[in-house]
């Protein structure tokens, strides 16, 4: 067993798991978080994405015991029904999904995705790296690229997270 | 009492259009969103029981033969673990679509390569998983098995209600001005649906209550009951959240009766989830296909003669087939005709429903064959299809329900600017990019079924609509919400929709298509139930009754009942009009690509699809759904592709990383398109099936798009660069 600390939308969490969890088993398993899904456990879906530190990664492919001390925002921390964050509103608007399964990881995707857009930050249809990038169709299509959707509502995925890019913009 | 409609007579009363709400059709948000994007919605792995322990299954490494030995005694001692299960009753293969009983069971005779055994549980997941991996099984292996369906030692079987040979096709094809004689092939599909299948079993005395990811419960529960030889009364299953099914979630799969046996024996709740591995290589596959089209047209391009023959895969003793030629009986013309279909018998994965089983590849050959006829014949492809409508079915001479088909072509070509290409291929350049355009038509089957569905109008003036039903992203919530909340005159967030507890009346399942239709017929017959009693309780003629904005009349809803709930059943049947009259479902596709001259990677650029499906009872959701078809016919198109070893029939790519779905940069924005139309014979709602059209056909626009960039015509799915480099124009 190993005792490691989280702190986990802003509560904190002392987690004494078998060293083997991974952060996405520890939050469904052990914390009763199952807003993040498993839909591969290999880092090949995205649908398991949480924000630790402000970075969006794939919680199915780290170990819950390396992430002592750190901030974990799930997509529990960003709103809740009744009290929707902008991305979830535009979802539910956009209908920017069908099943939802693939949903959590997208939305904390996009919110740690909007960011990096605003920090700078290029993706690989950028044309210049250096310079800051608007939020195109191609480059939002891009950047979620690794949040598979099977049930396909890309096209209203990009039009939520277009609008509440263009709303921070605004 | 219950609203009870066997579907005898078209339903000319359009009542939804006569109400003075209207709702259904309008693009209301789905009820369940908001539970959706919190991460509050329930799947089948997040119930969290206290006590619950976790399985994991264990499967064959050697493609046939049999169990000889389990060392259950070594795993047992490893930490955390409390049991090693392996039963007779263990399914071998996943229940088909509406199998309603139990599926071929006994894991110990293996038929394919990955198939369950034996199941590991223990405290943790962590501990289930590391016993698994360690449990030693002893085979023995037989030398027999057969992995290539196009190989000639495997045996092949002709269903025999699935050959046609009417006139005279060879002649025809003599005759003919034009002809196209190919074979395409189609490589295997997997659904993959985000979810992974699960199910939580936990007993109390004799009773089960399976909680999983299903989308047939009516069905589902008797699968269950069956194979675990007790009652269907003695089992609950709950489904209210589905995450996507596609066809693998229609009948149960290995996980829900090894987590109920193993419940049983621990007395403890047990989860079971698969690993995507594990999704691959145990539930359905869609079986690969080898088609061969033949078309003979005369001068003005009309078909004479049309050939479609096809051979698909299936373990030994599976039922069902890939049913490839589905609509090529009754979408086209033509007096001569051969249709004739084959299994191969494979020891491969169990071959099954995957989205639009049968249109979702036959209407791809099909249309990429029409392409081709098309360019020899000189006729643009979309009139050469409108040409070869049919007036009557050329097999049965029945008549056709409500047929937007021809409208769906010329609407579809208007949007998307079909004017503008250049029939002749390979004449347009962007830079370092081919430029084309194709189109294809679709069309899909429509079915009924039988469906149930309670609808109480409680004392306070809201009102709760009850059925087994399932939503695996349909929209099933939003659809049912909006039928009853017309019918009985109130805004949509004054009707709650439960779903998906094998406890409540039994819906049609999710499948086919039929679920909206269905499930939203018998909403509709149990809200006029209601309003029948409502009227005698207000002493009026129920045609004076009008229901709007939450009051009855001038009365408020609640004053009406005057302290009383009021509950009404519908009960839905298909019945005459499904066998007099072809329903089915129309559309079309029009695709531009890039095909880049230096790679031959192919970049869908544009896409318009216009469908007509009857009454659409959400447009919101409704569009999603053609999305999601047009997607995964470009999935088709350029990406998916199960590969087999046809030396022990292993899935090679068996996950997320090696079998490619599009992802989001894969697509562009595409323009879908409704029509307009009621369906009378389809159903009393007037609705038909909308969930599985968008796929089928899909495929071929892009791929005829490809032709029309590069000259070069690809017969075998999908179209990979490497299919394409060797052949570009200079
Ligand atoms: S579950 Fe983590 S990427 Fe798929
Ligand atoms: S909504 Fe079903 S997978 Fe995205």
Redo the contacts with the bound molecule.
């Keep these: 067993m190993q005792q490691t600390n989280l702190t986990i939308n802003g509560q904190e969490h002392a987690l004494d798991a078998d060293p083997r969890t991974t952060l996405l088993d520890a939050l469904r398993n052990h914390i009763g978080l199952t807003g993040s899904k498993k839909?591969c456990d290999h880092g090949q879906c995205g649908?398991c994405t949480v924000i630790v530190n402000g970075r969006r990664i794939n919680s199915c492919l780290t170990l819950a015991c390396m992430h002592d001390g750190d901030e974990i925002t799930t997509v529990e921390g960003l709103g809740q029904p009744g009290n929707l964050s902008p991305l979830q509103s535009a979802f539910v608007a956009h209908d920017g999904?069908?099943?939802?399964?693939?949903?959590p990881g997208?939305i904390c995707s996009a919110t740690a995705m909007l960011q990096e857009a605003k920090d700078g930050w290029p993706s690989n249809v950028s044309d210049d790296l250096a310079k800051g990038q608007k939020l195109t169709d191609e480059e939002i299509s891009e950047r979620m690229s690794g949040n598979?959707?099977?049930?396909?509502?890309y096209p209203n995925i990009v039009d939520a997270i277009r609008e509440v890019a263009e709303g921070a913009e605004a | 009492m219950t609203r009870h409609l066997v579907m005898d007579e078209p339903a000319t009363k359009r009542v939804l259009d006569e109400l003075p709400q209207s709702l259904t059709g309008k693009p209301m948000d789905r009820p369940d969103g908001p539970e959706?994007v919190t991460g509050t919605a329930t799947y089948a792995h997040e119930w969290n029981l206290p006590g619950t322990v976790h399985g994991v299954l264990v499967r064959a490494t050697v493609p046939k033969g049999k169990v000889t030995a389990i060392d259950k005694d070594a795993v047992m001692k490893l930490p955390g673990v409390l049991g090693v299960f392996n039963d007779e009753r263990f399914l071998r293969n996943p229940a088909q679509g509406t199998a309603n009983e139990a599926p071929i069971q006994g894991p110990d005779e293996i038929a394919y390569l990955g198939q369950p055994i034996a199941l590991v549980v223990a405290e943790t997941f962590e501990q289930a998983r590391h016993g698994a991996h360690r449990l030693q099984m002893r085979y023995d292996v037989a030398a027999d098995g057969v992995f290539d369906p196009e190989a000639t030692n495997v045996p092949h079987e002709r269903p025999e209600d699935d050959q046609l040979d009417q006139g005279d096709l060879d002649a025809a094809m003599k005759q003919a001005v034009s002809v196209v004689d190919q074979v395409y092939r189609t490589p295997g599909h997997n659904s993959a649906?985000?979810?992974p299948h699960c199910s939580i079993a936990s007993w109390e005395g004799d009773k089960l209550t399976l909680r999983g990811s299903y989308q047939m419960l009516n069905y589902n529960i008797n699968e269950l009951a069956d194979s675990l030889k007790i009652d269907a009364e003695d089992i609950r299953m709950l489904s209210p959240f589905v995450?996507?099914g596609f066809g693998s979630k229609l009948g149960i799969s290995a996980e829900a009766v090894a987590a109920a046996i193993a419940s049983r024996e621990l007395g403890k709740p047990v989860v079971v989830a698969l690993s995507r591995q594990q999704v691959f290589e145990t539930v359905m596959r869609r079986s690969e296909s080898r088609q061969h089209i033949r078309l003979a047209a005369d001068a003005d391009g009309k078909l004479i003669g049309l050939g479609h023959d096809s051979l698909v895969s299936n373990l030994p003793g599976e039922d069902f087939y890939e049913p490839v030629m589905q609509a090529t009986h009754f979408i086209y013309t033509g007096e001569n005709r051969r249709m004739n279909m084959e299994v191969a018998r494979v020891n491969r994965i169990c071959a099954g429903s995957v989205r639009a089983p049968g249109e979702a590849i036959g209407m791809v050959a099909l249309e990429n064959a029409m392409d081709e006829l098309a360019d020899i014949s000189g006729i643009d492809p979309v009139e050469l299809r409108k040409r070869n409508i049919p007036e009557m079915h050329p097999e049965t001479g029945q008549g056709y329900s409500s047929r937007p088909f021809a409208e769906a072509l010329d609407e579809g070509a208007r949007r998307f600017g079909w004017d503008k290409r250049n029939a002749k291929p390979a004449q347009t350049r962007d830079g370092e990019w081919w430029i084309g355009m194709g189109m294809a038509s679709a069309a899909r089957v429509n079915m009924l079924k039988e469906a149930k569905a309670r609808v109480t109008l409680n004392a306070d003036g809201t009102a709760t609509v009850e059925t087994d039903m399932s939503d695996p992203?349909t929209g099933t919530y939003a659809i049912l919400t909006q039928i009853a909340a017309d019918m009985l005159g109130l805004p949509g967030d004054k009707v709650e929709t439960v779903l998906g507890d094998s406890d409540l009346p039994k819906g049609s399942g999710s499948g086919g298509s039929f679920g909206a239709s269905s499930s939203g017929s018998a909403v509709f017959l149990a809200c006029q139930d209601i309003r029948t009693q409502l009227a005698q309780k207000m002493g009026m003629d129920e045609d004076d009754l009008k229901l709007d904005g939450g009051k009855a009349g001038d009365m408020a809803l609640a004053d009406a009942l005057a302290g009383d709930a009021i509950v009404g059943n519908g009960h839905i049947e298909p019945g005459e009009t499904s066998k007099d009259k072809r329903q089915a479902t129309y559309g079309s596709y029009f695709a531009e690509v890039g095909v880049n001259a230096v790679t031959g990677e192919t970049r869908v650029r544009r896409l318009t699809a216009v469908f007509g499906a009857g009454r659409i009872l959400n447009e919101k959701t409704a569009t999603s759904q053609c999305y999601g078809g047009c997607i995964w016919g470009i999935g088709m198109a350029l990406h998916e592709e199960l590969l087999f070893d046809t030396r022990d029939g292993h899935l090679v790519n068996h996950d997320l990383a090696e079998y490619h779905v599009p992802v989001n940069l894969d697509v562009p924005q595409i323009d879908v398109h409704l029509l307009e139309e009621r369906d009378d014979w389809a159903s009393p709602i007037q609705a038909k099936g909308i969930g599985e059209l968008g796929l089928c056909g899909a495929a071929a626009a892009v791929t005829n798009a490809i032709y029309n960039a590069t000259g070069v015509r690809v017969r075998e799915y999908p179209v990979t660069l490497d299919k394409l480099l060797d052949q570009l124009p200079e």
């Design positions: 839909g649908a999904y069908q099943c939802g399964y693939c949903t997208q598979i959707c099977r049930c396909a509502a | 959706k649906a985000m979810e995450g996507g992203g």
